[in-house]
């Protein structure tokens, strides 16, 4: 049978061997119960108790070593990290800067070849217009004028200044000084009177064209440049 306890008593009483065990099997321990004011925390009552026990200066000395060195580590690696990084961009840039320097010589040898060929035609050029109208146009005019001289005239006319020349030097005491001209006795000039000359009237010499405004046209030498000759 059940026996009820009194109202001042706090034990509960129990007659019965089967109910007993049923109420051992069902309690709660005393302890899992969380305690007050850190529910809302989210803490157990082990986290919410303060550590009571203390660590030597051994313990602490050690702790703070490993400490020391896990930052050494983390700060040797970030080291090494930003040397790679950085050994990477310099490499990168100058395989970048090597290959605009093998475009640019190899641009610049191709722009040099292309002007010194184009200097070269434009020599030739020149050479070739001034043959043709500088030399041709002297050499036909001069030798037009040889052509209307006789060859017995021009040997009399030599032997009289030859002969003039030598009666002159022997009726001198010391001799005909050519540096100094009296016409009266001698006068050296006068085979200078009978030379041939050539007028250049009508001649353009292309090698000055640019001092004549009126004869420097536009010419292009080459594919790329173009020059006034």
């Not at 690696?77 to 840039?93: G, K, S, Y």
């Not at 005019?141 to 003039?164: G, I």
Request: charged content about 30%; overall charge neutral.
């Amino acid at each position: 049978m059940l026996g009820t306890s009194t109202p001042a008593s706090p034990e509960v009483r129990v007659y019965s061997r089967d109910l007993q065990l049923s109420l051992r099997q069902t309690k709660k321990p005393l302890n899992s119960a969380p305690l007050r004011g850190t529910r809302d925390l989210g803490l157990t009552p082990s986290a919410a108790a303060p550590s009571t026990t203390r660590k030597s200066p051994a313990q602490r000395a050690e702790e703070y070593t490993e400490m020391m060195q896990t930052i050494v580590e983390k700060a040797r690696r970030n080291v090494a990290e930003n040397e790679a990084r950085e050994d990477e961009d310099l490499e990168r840039m100058l395989r970048r800067t090597e290959q605009e320097q093998t475009g640019f010589v190899r641009d610049l040898g191709r722009f040099i070849e292309t002007h010194e060929g184009a200097q070269l035609r434009q020599k030739a050029q020149l050479c070739r217009d001034w043959h043709e109208r500088v030399y041709g146009a002297v050499q036909s005019r001069v030798d037009a004028q040889l052509a209307r001289l006789s060859v017995r005239e021009l040997t009399a006319r030599r032997n009289e200044l030859m002969e003039s020349y030598i009666r002159t030097s022997n009726a001198k005491v010391h001799g005909l000084y050519r540096d100094i001209i009296l016409p009266a006795e001698y006068d050296p000039m006068l085979a200078n009177e009978m030379s041939i000359k050539y007028s250049s009237a009508g001649i353009r010499d292309p090698l000055k064209s640019e001092l004549d405004p009126e004869q420097a046209p536009s010419r292009c030498v080459g594919p790329i440049f173009c020059s006034i000759i």
